[in-house]
């Protein structure tokens, strides 16, 4: 029998049959240092350039207190009024490779049960292979050595695939995010899924492209998303250059770095994690 759609639900604009695909998703908030996650996931929907299929209802899940909605005004006129977003995008392959899902979203305040179930509503799209969860957090790495990405998934045979793309495993217990929720659910529910997280700098004042481009690297190989990042890795190059050349002029920041490339050749052992 037909449902309405009720708040929260997942809201398709356009009907779309994608048979098999793999499911990419990154929130924005507390799982997303230095935005590696979300900037990673958009910039794959603008270099696939994926078409918009839908979005969550937000109104169940954002305490409006905290995270107050956008508003623009010009000239004493509203233009817009916006509350946030969970979008949805699809790309169809014309090459016999996966189809594949986006949801960009904003790491909910409550009722994470509910947004969970609303995203597994897309997989009545079609038949989905993986899904991959993108993230990034604070960490003693400094910019002087190829960015790190960690990683926790749900079977042991994808680990080992993890493993063998470079891919860091992690040991952790203590308070989760909405990652681990959704992992969870995949688990339960005998999806294969894996959590990928970039390391970044705590000095980097703006997006860490350059770890943004490893997040979607390791992406290529693991779900076998095929995109050219040159555009991405010359982002990273010109951050790695305004990085060197900012040790060159301030004595502390270079000390600084240096004691973090100490910590981390000699006295680091399992990347931090948290979830």
Known sequence: MFRSPEPGDLHL???IDLESFNMVIAFSGWPDA?????????????????????????????????????INIEKGLIKEYKLPQNELYAWKSKK?????LILVG???????????ESIFQA???????????????IDRIPHTVDPL?????????LLEEMKLHGVEPIDYAGPSGIHSLVMSECRRRGILALSLWGHVPAYISDV???TAHQLLSKLNAIVG??????????????LQKQLDAAMERHRSFSENVRQLEFEYRSARKRPDYIT
């Not at 990405?149 to 042991?156: A, C, D, H, Q, R």
């Not at 998303?225 to 010109?238: A, K, P």
Request: charged content about 30%.
């Open 13 to 15: 604009t356009r009907k």
């Open 96 to 100: 016999g490779l996966r189809n594949l």
């Open 106 to 116: 904003e790491e909910p305040h409550t009722n994470w049960p509910r947004y969970v």
């Open 225 to 238: 998303v095929e995109i050219d990042l040159d555009d991405l890795r010359q982002e990273g190059n010109l």
């Open 149 to 157: 990405v960690s990683g926790v998934t749900t079977t042991l045979e």
């Open 34 to 70: 230095k935005r590696v996650a979300t900037y990673a996931a958009m910039y794959l929907t603008d270099k696939l350039k994926a078409d918009k299929i839908g979005e969550i209802d937000s109104t169940p899940f954002y305490d409006f207190a905290i995270q107050r909605p956008f």
């Open 208 to 210: 860490d492209v350059r």
């Open 123 to 137: 997989l009545h799209l079609g038949t989905v292979h993986r899904i991959c969860l993108l993230g990034g957090l």
